[in-house]
């Protein structure tokens, strides 16, 4: 297994996404990258793309828009990255960030300056000039916050009006909601407290979301501020949230409805294999 890497996966294997996925955020943690969680988090994560049917859903496109139009239309936006983001999606984190003139900022629960150092490093490799919240440059705290998250850069997440995060602890989320921030959350559980307290939830695999936001982007940002505006004013994140709610509700029904669970899965060949097992353990 540890000679498996991204030139073994079949482009045709049903897994192959998945698979160069999960291989990423491997050699991110062998990088030193990635944290250990991290990759607990994104397992808890690949369960609910299953239940989304592993696209993107229209409602999420609609929230990718709207998270697009907002950033265009603040003052000072801030792309949060964390070792996950880094290791799948650097180079289209330094494309947007360019797109939309936001500032980019390294913030990470289980911080280092090492971990922070190689992450910075990750980015300027994709053109990226000045990395903010590194070390000595993290140097406000975001009250209510118990863990090394608090710790935002005066440049950066600190003065930010508009902050976009993936992967994320409920409790920053909410604190930066408190403190006035407009929260553009990507994060593929509707029922999570990131999902639920930010201003805008986009539910959709990060590694779709960042190339949307990124085409979005290249149109939205010829259009003029009114017109902008009124994508924003149209949005309603409740409305959303309850949206996604309801197509997993309606796919798992439809699943059902389509026997693909159970002995239907394989037909009687499946349920034949299954009794013969069944004999040979008496």
Same mark, same amino acid.
């Given at each position: 297994? %540890?000679?498996? !890497? ?5 482009? !045709? ?19 030193? *990258? ?25 409602? @999420? ?5 709207? @998270? $697009? ?14 070792? !996950? ?8 984190? $330094? ?5 939309? #003139?936001?500032?980019?900022?390294? #913030? ?10 190689? *992450? ?15 070390? &000595? ?15 935002? %850069? ?6 930010? %009006?508009?902050?976009?995060? @993936? *992967? ?11 403190? &006035? ?5 990507? %994060?593929? #559980?509707?029922?999570?407290?990131? @999902? ?34 009124? *994508? ?6 409740? !409305? ?8 997993? #509700? ?33």
């Amino acid at each position: 297994m %540890d000679k498996f !890497n991204l030139h073994n996966i079949l482009k !045709n294997h049903p897994r192959a996404e998945s698979l160069t996925i999960r291989e990423k955020l491997v050699k991110g943690f062998k990088k030193g *990258i990635v944290a250990t969680a991290g990759l607990i988090a994104h397992g808890r994560g690949e369960c609910f793309d299953y239940l989304l049917g592993e696209k993107t859903q229209p409602f @999420a496109f609609e929230a990718e828009k709207v @998270a $697009v139009a907002t950033l265009l239309l603040s003052s000072n936006p801030v792309i949060s990255v964390n070792g !996950n983001t880094a290791a799948l999606c650097a180079r289209e984190v $330094v494309k947007l960030s360019k797109l939309v #003139n936001a500032k980019v900022e390294v #913030n990470l629960f289980y911080r280092s300056l090492k971990r922070e150092k190689l *992450i910075a490093k990750t980015l300027r490799r994709y053109g990226l000039s000045k990395v903010l919240g590194v070390g &000595g440059k993290a140097d406000k705290t975001i009250p209510s916050i118990s863990s090394l998250r608090c710790k935002v %850069d005066s440049e950066g997440i600190f003065s930010a %009006d508009t902050v976009l995060l @993936a *992967i994320e602890d409920g409790d920053r989320t909410s604190a930066l909601r408190k403190a &006035g921030k407009r929260v553009i959350a990507i %994060d593929l #559980n509707p029922f999570s407290r990131t @999902a639920i307290w930010a201003s805008i939830t986009i539910v959709d695999n990060l590694v779709r979301a960042l190339p949307n936001m990124i085409r979005f982007a290249e149109a939205l940002r010829k259009k003029d501020r009114k017109d902008l505006e009124g *994508i924003v004013e149209s949005y309603n994140n409740d !409305n959303m949230l309850k949206e996604a709610v309801r197509f997993i #509700n309606l796919r798992l029904k439809n699943l059902c409805k389509e026997k693909v669970f159970g002995w239907s899965i394989c037909g009687e060949e499946f349920q034949r294999m299954f009794l013969e097992k069944e004999a040979l353990s008496r």
